[in-house]
Every structure is written in C-alpha cells, then in structure tokens.
Nanobody, 124 residues
C-alpha cells in the first residue's frame, strides 16, 4: 500500500503561484506514475499532470500546459506540482495518486493509491 501525503495548498490571488508536494513511502515510489488530480465542487475528478518516477516522462492536461510543471525528487521520494498563472477555474481539491501503467495516463481509474488531498483556492 502506497502512502501519499500532500502539502502546499492554500489561497492565492489570480495570477499567483503555488507549489504542491506529494511525499510517498520509499518502497513504493520507484517505477510508478505519480499524478496530480483535482476535483471542484459539483465536477468530476480531472487529471492535471503525471510523471513517471523512473524516467521522468510526463503527461499534462491541455488546460494546464504552459502554466503547471510536474517534477520529482527521487532522493526525497517526492513529486511536486508548480502552478503558475493561477486562475479562479483552478480552484479545487488537489490530490496525489500513484499507479502502475504504461504509457502514463490522466485517467484516475488507472491509479490505485491516493492521498487525502490539499485545497487550492484562487480568488481576488
């Protein structure tokens, strides 16, 4: 069982930035796709970005390309989501998830371990 702990959420004004972190247990970080997903009230869960912890391959949703960057720190078993140029429509609960698949996917059904989530609110 993968243990995932997210941090870094908060409130920010439009145009601002936040960095989310997802720390995984050491024995389950290796060779996994670790993704960030978000869910706003009344909406379905949406895949944002995912990264392969082995080779660093990435997949992004079109809605965040050029604004969000996913990265990994293998020494810390941690995945990050740098979010820039945030807009009100980015407001959601952001969750980290891990799964084994190839190629990488933003389909949440492909992930079998989930963190508790961290809230991101973008408003003026």
């Amino acid at each position: 069982q993968v243990e995932l702990v997210e941090s870094g959420g908060g409130s920010v004004q439009p145009g601002g930035s936040l960095r989310l972190s997802c720390a995984a247990s050491a024995d389950t970080y290796t060779r996994k796709w670790m993704g960030w997903f978000r869910q706003a009230p009344g909406k379905e869960r949406e895949g944002v970005a995912t990264i392969y912890t082995g080779g660093g391959n990435t997949v992004y949703a079109d809605s965040v390309k050029g604004r969000f960057t996913i990265s990994r720190d293998r020494a810390r078993n941690t995945v990050y989501l740098q979010m820039n140029s945030l807009a009100p429509e980015d407001t959601a609960m952001y969750s980290c998830a891990a799964g084994t698949m190839w190629p990488g996917s933003l389909d949440p059904n492909r992930y079998n371990s989930w963190g508790q989530g961290t809230q991101v609110t973008v408003s003026s």
